[in-house]
């Protein structure tokens, strides 16, 4: 069955930087776009980055010029390359695909970004 498992969510001092990872299996990962949302406390989920099969990305204008998504089918694995992390950054992060019109999540990783 299709399972995204994220990781590298920490503790980070404002102005850091963090890489997160979703780990994906059950699909063919190479074929289908990856999108990352992130959910802060009392807040809704919100997309940050989302990339195609073919590489195209694209930003939340919050996040863009700090964030990068990548991919590597190779290893079946979606990045998000967070820099210059900002207190409002803290949150939840989820990786999300959509694979014969289902949607499916990882569990999310906890992003904290204070002094």
């Known amino acids: 069955q299709v399972q995204l498992v994220e990781s590298g969510g920490d503790l980070v001092q404002p102005g850091g930087s963090l890489r997160l990872s979703c780990a994906a299996s059950g699909f063919t990962f190479s074929r289908y776009p990856m999108t990352w949302y992130r959910q802060a406390p009392g807040k809704e989920r919100d997309l940050v980055a989302s990339i195609t099969t073919a590489g195209g990305t694209n930003y939340a204008d919050s996040v863009k010029g700090r964030f990068t998504i990548s991919r590597d089918n190779a290893k079946n694995t979606v990045y998000l390359q967070m820099s210059s992390l900002k207190p409002e950054d803290t949150a939840v992060y989820y990786c999300?695909?959509?694979?014969?019109?289902?949607?499916?999540w990882g569990q999310g990783t906890q992003v904290t970004v204070s002094s």
């Open positions: 999300k695909t959509v694979f014969h019109l289902s949607a499916y």
